[in-house]
Nanobody
Framework: QVQLVESGGGLVQAGGSLRLSCTAS????????MGWYRQAPGKQRELAAD???????NYGASVKGRFSISRDNTKNTVYLQMNSLKPEDTGVYYC?????????????WGQGTQVTVSS
């Protein structure tokens, strides 16, 4: 069982920056692939960014070049640095973890943190 706790959301003006943090507990952090997904009201949840095998990163097309995902294994924490924010980035951002343990593959979600970008 993995528990994910997000923080860092808030209100920011367009063009500004935020850094989201997600701390994982309950499992070996190094065995988790981590990611950030976001969901706007009335829309499907979509990938913002993830980091696989500790080093490989993927970004959604709408955030590529503006967002950066990283992890600190000493803190069991994954970060999402969001720059040049746009109003369309508004939504609830969810931390995601996927266990790579053979025979114990599972997905975990945090409670989400609200990001609001004003124009």
């Amino acid at each position: 069982q993995v528990q994910l706790v997000e923080s860092g959301g808030g209100l920011v003006q367009a063009g500004g920056s935020l850094r989201l943090s997600c701390t994982a507990s309950g499992s070996a952090f190094s065995m988790l692939d981590m990611g950030w997904y976001r969901q706007a009201p009335g829309k499907q949840r979509e990938l913002a960014a993830d980091i696989i095998s500790g080093v490989l990163t993927n970004y959604g097309a709408s955030v590529k070049g503006r967002f950066s995902i990283s992890r600190d294994n000493t803190k069991n924490t994954v970060y999402l640095q969001m720059n040049s924010l746009k109003p369309e980035d508004t939504g609830v951002y969810y931390c995601h973890a996927a266990s790579r343990v053979v025979g114990k593959r599972a997905d975990y979600w945090g409670q989400g943190t609200q990001v609001t970008v004003s124009s």
